[in-house]
């Protein structure tokens, strides 16, 4: 299965009082994530914007396992859970960069839509899309 590694460093503003990053920011952090997977195909989400589709997020899930801190690199691991129809869902691994260790996973589902928000069909709608997302999925 095909996953996709993005690099970030914890940033101040990202931190609370303790230090410790804030469980929100978590969610940016697999936007990140998704926005890379799909530089990495060679189609970015804002060609699939202009071509009429976007990708509302309808589900979300996160499991904090250890405290992301101030300073800290920390690699984004993003992969396709699902795909079929009109639902794509990624899972994600954020991991301290400097010792490996699994900080959080999540999930997040999303449906392709028009500028609508009608459900669209990807496989129909865009096939090189869906040829690429499909290749990168495996069961």
């Not at 990140?32 to 804002?46: A, C, D, H, I, P």
């Not at 609508?116 to 495996?138: F, M, R």
Request: net charge positive; charged share 25%.
């Amino acid at each position: 299965m095909y996953s996709n590694d993005a690099i970030i460093r914890v940033r101040y503003g990202e931190t609370d009082q303790m230090g410790v990053v804030y469980h929100a920011n978590y969610y940016t952090w697999f936007e990140v994530g998704r926005s890379e997977f799909f530089n990495s195909l060679g189609y970015t989400y804002k060609k699939l914007e202009q071509e009429g589709i976007i990708l509302p997020v309808i589900e979300s899930f996160c499991q904090y396992i250890k405290p992301a801190k101030y300073y800290d690199e920390v690699i984004i691991r993003t992969k396709i859970s699902y795909l079929k129809g009109v639902r794509i869902a990624f899972s994600y691994e954020i991991i301290r960069k400097d010792d490996n260790v699994l900080l959080a996973r999540g999930k997040t589902v999303h449906a392709f839509v028009d500028k609508n928000l009608k459900p669209v069909k990807i496989k129909k709608a865009n096939e090189k899309v869906w040829t690429l997302l499909k290749n990168c999925y495996q069961k």
